[in-house]
């Protein structure tokens, strides 16, 4: 296995008494050594891949070359871990009550029900997936570039959207391209 691809230290702060100390959004604090080695495998992980505003022809599928299959890449807002729960506490979403070792159950739960308040909202279908980017966990990705032509939105509803989606999770980063996270 590539270093590239290692996995990275994880150890949490303790208190007095050795606990883990607790934290909304991860669950339990993490080391300053554990953030910085999560930032490190970040940016491991998104080098050659890192967003981009605009992205190159030869990358855009074109459904009248089907054989040519570029790497998927997503178009849309991205946003953390600490944006996702901050919408969820200023909308009073209630979240199932876990413990703090299952926090991952916490934000499954958060993205669903986020993504279910924006599809009312936007009155569409929203999906929110993984990009692969150094500071952002989640996006709402508006299309693809290999569905590019069928799902993009004409510019006055891309704009509402991209409004609505904005506000709801306070994203102030433009609208990027990023590679998937479900291919290699």
């Not at 570029?70 to 413990?99: H, S």
Request: glycine share 2%; aromatic share 10%.
């Amino acid at each position: 296995m590539s270093s590239r691809y290692s996995l990275y230290l994880v150890e949490f702060e303790r208190d007095v008494d050795g606990n883990k100390v607790p934290d909304p959004v991860w669950g339990y604090k993490f080391t300053q050594r554990s953030q910085e080695a999560r930032l490190e495998y970040r940016r491991n992980l998104v080098k050659g891949r890192e967003p981009m505003r605009e992205l190159p022809d030869h990358i855009r599928a074109d459904p009248r070359f089907p054989y040519r299959k570029p790497p998927r890449w997503q178009y849309g807002l991205a946003f953390t871990n600490e944006q996702l729960m901050d919408c969820v506490a200023r909308f009073k979403i209630p979240l199932m009550d876990v413990p703090a070792d299952e926090h991952g159950i916490r934000l499954s739960d958060a993205i669903l029900k986020v993504n279910k308040l924006l599809t009312v909202t936007c009155q569409m279908v929203i999906h929110i997936t993984v990009p692969i980017d150094v500071e952002n966990s989640w996006m709402v990705c508006l299309y693809d570039n290999h569905n590019w032509w069928s799902e993009q939105l004409v510019e006055e509803e891309e704009e509402e959207v991209v409004d609505i989606v904005r506000q709801a999770l306070n994203i102030n980063l433009p609208l990027q391209w990023y590679y998937d996270s479900r291919q290699p």
